[in-house]
């Protein structure tokens, strides 16, 4: 059997769930976009995808407050969740989304990569922090996007990527940090290519097996 070519362009909204009985079948292979609620994930999302709507993105920080799901192919699934931390939103909402998020985490068996996103001006704040170290524990592979690194120089920018690396370093997990920017489409074509080997695990397993 021959591995199957994955394109994150082929994208397609599926399903907004408020939490993990809404969503589809636990099977197959998914890869999971957290980070602040004005950390840029949408934009992310759609610019990784080569689409520009894919994911709503808004001026308002905090606006995703479901789970959303997006099918690349058959069993292989992009997960946008709920963004923590920055939204100004009641208190009660803000803790029905970080229950959705926990739950997911803790409980997706088809859960096979993170990828965490953090302003890289403001990176590795508390809840980035514990939720990297989650990933590390439960021993599932992260890929730390900086996002917007548009807005420093190239050295700063260098700077800020090599002491997150260190600092992530210690935790001894399977963690890739790289500089992303939207706008200029940083770091687009890496991350891309690291999500899309972790979709291509199922196909690596199934010739082993037979």
């Known amino acids: 059997m021959s591995s199957t070519t994955i394109h994150l362009s082929k994208a397609t909204f599926t399903i907004s769930a408020p939490d ?12 999971a976009f957290a980070g602040r609620s004005n950390a840029g994930k949408s934009s ?3 610019t990784l995808t080569n689409q520009r709507s894919l994911a709503r993105t808004s001026k308002t ?13 058959d069993n292989k699934r992009l997960i946008d969740l709920p963004g923590y931390g920055f939204a100004k939103v009641p208190l009660e909402m803000k803790k029905k989304w970080q229950k959705a998020l926990g739950e997911y985490l803790e409980k997706r068996e088809s859960l096979t990569g993170l990828v965490v996103l953090m ?15 989650w990933a590390v524990d439960s021993e599932l592979p992260v890929l730390a996007l900086l996002t917007k690194c548009d807005k420093l120089s190239q050295g700063k920018r260098s700077a ?10 210690n935790l001894n997990g399977d963690i890739k940090v790289q ?21 291509a695990q199922d196909d690596t397993e ?3 097996v037979d």
């Open 20 to 31: 993990i009985r809404k969503l589809p079948e636990d099977s197959g292979i998914e890869v």
């Open 44 to 46: 992310a999302l759609n």
């Open 61 to 73: 920080p905090g606006r995703t407050q479901l789970i959303n799901v997006f099918e690349i192919a």
């Open 119 to 133: 302003d890289i001006r403001h990176p590795l704040k508390d809840l980035d922090m514990d939720l990297i170290e």
């Open 160 to 169: 800020e990527v090599l002491k997150v690396k260190k600092v992530l370093a």
């Open 179 to 199: 500089a992303f920017s939207s706008l200029k489409r940083t770091g687009a074509e890496q991350a891309d290519n690291v999500i899309c080997d972790w979709f």
């Open 206 to 208: 199934e010739i082993q």
